[in-house]
């Protein structure tokens, strides 16, 4: 199995930083996308940033020039740095995971974090 561990959230006033962490562990082969996703109550998860195994990156406009997303491949992690952070990112945030268990050709799973949450707020 494969699990996806956060850490990093919290309460920060408008204008503070958070900086997200995740680590995967597990029958892992080799992780093609990751990335942060948030939801608040009622809606559904929406993107924030994607970083791909060749450093391609995505970002939710509303996030660019504030956040930036990075990963560790050797540790099967990867970052949310969150700056200049404002109430309407509070949300809980996900790690999200794009992977293959076995280097054969084979299916690609995603997989989940628990979720963290940021709150912020003065």
């Known amino acids: 199995q494969v699990q996806l561990v956060e850490a990093g959230g919290g309460l920060v006033q408008p204008g503070g930083s958070l900086r997200l962490s995740c680590a995967a562990s597990g029958s892992i082969s080799s992780i093609l996308v990751m990335g942060w996703y948030s939801q608040v109550p009622g809606n559904g998860r929406e993107l924030v940033a994607t970083?791909?195994?060749?450093?391609?990156?995505n970002y939710a406009d509303s996030v660019k020039g504030r956040f930036t997303i990075s990963r560790d491949n050797a540790k099967n992690a990867v970052y949310l740095q969150m700056n200049s952070l404002k109430p309407e990112d509070t949300a809980v945030y996900y790690c999200?995971?794009?992977?293959?268990?076995?280097?054969?050709?084979?299916?690609?799973?995603?997989?989940w974090g628990q979720g963290t949450q940021v709150t912020v707020s003065s």
């Open positions: 999200n995971a794009e992977l293959k268990r076995t280097p054969i050709p084979g299916p690609t799973y995603i997989y």
């Open positions: 970083i791909t195994s060749d450093g391609i990156l």
